[in-house]
């Protein structure tokens, strides 16, 4: 079977053209989202980085015995013993209009730690003067800088070589240890014994001084936001691909049913039919999948050139040829094209020679047993998803990543059902022109004949145009859901803002000291159990006691928010079920500052859309700058701005942070769509024009019969469009009611947590894929249809299949 299999491939191989594209495209797909995400794997930076030319660091230990997070300092009586030669290293906020907003500053003598070298100019020497990294074009221009002491215009004197962990400025350690007093570590390039030792202190050697880096897992933090995009568009891209491979196979296949029906006449077995068929399947597959992989690589290369542009990952990602990756994408493409040949060879192999060849394009037949397995289960598994995490987590229901499955559920189930719907989906688009003539009932017949090639359009219509209606209404609906309950949460009537971002710095927040603000400072603090084991770390917020319940006002399910003290602490139902809390609870926390106390579980609120809601008292984190400030009433606005002129900080309308904060949330989910969907859906747009051009192929004699009835070629290119349209919106709705069921599914949960929201429809974009999807099927099917009606319509009509 394998030398007939070669012969019918070379002397055939127009016919085997459509599904050697489909496979080289989505094994392409494949390959390029499984070389990106395996770049996101491991630790790209394995050595310690920030204090590399080192020999030991003493920085300040956590509850967990290792190295705290920042802005945390060493006690004033270890910092201030250190001996001479030994680097006191402070790190705090340094940003610039126009520059990275995660810029930090250094005294100079830190520049030797790493070491950073001149590439220009020389060291600061005025306390008004700072080196930058990566800032040449800067060298002798005078900027300003906000640190945690202000805004104040520094002369850039010199600038260093970039490195990927950090962008900083070094100031004179005299300016540095004014704009910080906390020493964050002390660091020494000769015997560690120089460094002293005390309790809640930890000493770094070797490979230990990772811990102190700005990111310790080697760059791999960096890359959670561009591995979270590859992990949510790869499992979605790897489904389409592989879907849509399988379902041009099985269409090739049946297009061949009479070829198949001769071999079995001149006295072929079923086993040898199908034999033959899955030969052809592995051949194709094999030589689709080599070079679908090599072009992964090309696009992975694109890829990863559009993901540090807009932020995804980091300047320093670097997408690799990966063997491993490379040899899973090609596996997949031959196991979808086997798959795909597999499903239909059996059932083309076991027919009957004569009846085979006196069926028709006219199939009555059209779902197979496997198909309904797969398309019922992909939906029961999409409700029995949705309905778990309304159940257990409804607060994954804004989560792309998490609640993901759910849509891609509901379309695959859906688009599996195609054939099924065809019918009833085909008399509901076409009733509205049932009254216009016998052409609307001529195009709805004759593509209602040919379900099976009709459904071999209409399943990446309903991929293409499902994905987007669905997830794009996910993501609005989540969007909207968070702003509604931020702004529900907060009684305020306007707000404090630092101009750049970050923090507000120490002039502000002592001027909102005399005012009536509630400032909100973010912090992290570790919950002990009673053997001293962490048993969970938590993001707060820290606040006046008396400002939970009147200013902030999270939902509360359990306990009370009246008369708190300062050893109060609230939780989440999330942290609650997890750590097993209840109010009344006293437990053990450790404080940012590496210092412990008892805190008492006051209340437990319901858990939020943005991660842990964990509240505690501000007198827990004295010195540490707030991110924001909330202001009582419009006089209250009226006097912060007025105390607060000439400092680094906004005051801004209420509804009007929320509107911005709702804004920009919905422009990162708008960023991450484009790839999530755009690489899939640009596939199924691909996979539309193929089917059409395959099916095109397969209907040389039907055409030619048209035309010898009396049609000319002008009114058959026509009827060919009318049909093509007709598939498109059949492929529409069957998308909307995948969207309608996300949609609900979502609604379940979120009702759950926000109680009412309003539903978002993605028109725009939904108008502009189905808008692409007719263009590229009419076109597609049009230019085909054109081409195979070439010639004497008496010579096509009885010409070989």
Partial sequence: MLKLAMANLRSRWTAFAGVFAALVLGTGLISMMSLVLAATAGTPHPAPQRFAAATAVAVPADARGEAARLPTGLPATVAGGAPAGVVADRTFAARHPGGPSDAVGHGWSSAALTPYHLTTGRAPVADDEIVLTGGAELVGHRIPLTTAAGRSAYTVVGATEQRWFEHAAFFTDAAAARISPPVNALATTGPAAALPTADGVLLLTGQDRRQADPDPSGGADQLLNAQAMAATTSGIAVSVAVFIVIATFAFSIEQRGRELALLRLTGATPCQVAGLVLAEAGLVGAAGSLLGSLLGVAGAGVLRGWMVHHGVAPGWFDVGADPLALLLAALLGVAAALSGAAAVAVRAARVRPVAALRDSAANTRAMTPLRWVLALGLLAGAVATGWTITATSPEYAVNARKYGAVPLLFVGGLALLAPVLLRPAARLATWPLARLGAGPLIVRQNTLNAGRRTAATVTPVVVAVGLVAAMMSMQGAGDGARADLARSQTRAAAVVLPLDGGLLDRP??????????????????????????????????????????????????????????????????????????????????????????????????????????????????????????????????????????????????????????????????????????????????????????????????????LNLAGATRAQTLRLIAAESLLAVLVGTLLAAVAGAAVAATQATALHRLVGGFAATVPWAPLAQVVVLCAAVAVTAAVLAAWRVTRGRSIEAAGARE
């Fill in 508 to 705: 502000t927040a002592a001027a909102l000291a005399n005012l009536r603000a509630t400032t909100v400072t973010p912090t992290r603090l570790e919950i002990s159990g009673a053997d001293g084991t962490v048993l969970d770390s938590l993001s707060g917020k820290a606040v006046r006691p008396d400002a939970l319940g009147s200013v902030l006002k999270p939902t509360v399910v359990a306990g009370s928010l009246t008369g708190l003290g300062d050893d109060f602490l609230v939780v989440d139902e999330h942290t609650a079920r997890s750590d097993d809390l209840s109010p009344g609870q006293t437990v053990t926390c450790w404080l940012p500052d590496g210092s412990r106390t008892a805190l008492r579980i006051a209340a437990v609120v319901r858990t939020g859309l943005n991660g842990d809601d964990t509240y505690l008292s501000a007198a827990h984190t004295a010195g540490a700058l707030p991110a924001l400030a909330w202001l009582d009433t419009p006089a209250d606005a009226a006097t912060a701005r007025t105390a607060l002129d000439g400092l680094d900080a906004a005051v801004g309308p209420a509804d009007l942070y929320f509107d911005r904060s709702a804004a920009k949330q919905r422009a990162q989910s708008r960023n991450a769509s484009v790839v999530v969907l755009g690489i899939s859906v640009g596939y199924s747009l691909l996979s539309v024009a193929n089917t059409l051009v395959m099916a095109a192929a397969g209907r040389r004699r039907e055409l030619a019969a």
